[in-house]
């Protein structure tokens, strides 16, 4: 089974950067696309980007122009540069893989544990 181990979440000041990574703990055969979700208390998880395997990315309107996603295909790796934080970005994060792990298998997504950010002076 494949797991999502992800890093980089901590507390930061409004205004300031967090990079956050996630890293498949095997290979994986094909993968569609990664991307990170969170979810802040009391509310609905939510997409904050996702990049697929072509490159194409989208953002949730409120992190565009802040976030930047990439990824490292031959690592199996994501990344979400946040820049600019917010209060309102508290929340935790979740690393999303969607795709197959083997040739044989089917197609799942997968997710990681989360992690905390915290944007508060």
């Known amino acids: 089974q494949v797991q999502l181990v992800e890093s980089g979440g901590g507390l930061v000041q409004p205004g300031g950067s967090l990079r956050l990574s996630c890293a498949a703990s095997?290979?994986?055969?094909?993968?569609?696309?990664m991307g990170w979700y969170r979810q802040a208390p009391g509310k609905q998880c939510e997409l904050v980007a996702r990049?697929?395997?072509?490159?194409?990315?989208n953002y949730a309107d409120s992190v565009k122009g802040r976030f930047a996603i990439s990824r490292d295909n031959a690592k199996n790796t994501v990344s979400l540069q946040m820049n600019s934080l917010k209060p309102e970005d508290t929340a935790v994060y979740y690393c999303?893989?969607?795709?197959?792990?083997?040739?044989?298998?089917?197609?799942?997504?997968?997710w990681g544990q989360g992690t905390q950010v915290t944007v508060s002076s």
């Open positions: 990049i697929r395997s072509g490159g194409s990315t």
């Open positions: 095997r290979s994986i055969f094909s993968i569609d696309a």
């Open positions: 999303n893989l969607d795709g197959r792990e083997s040739r044989f298998s089917a197609y799942e997504s997968y």
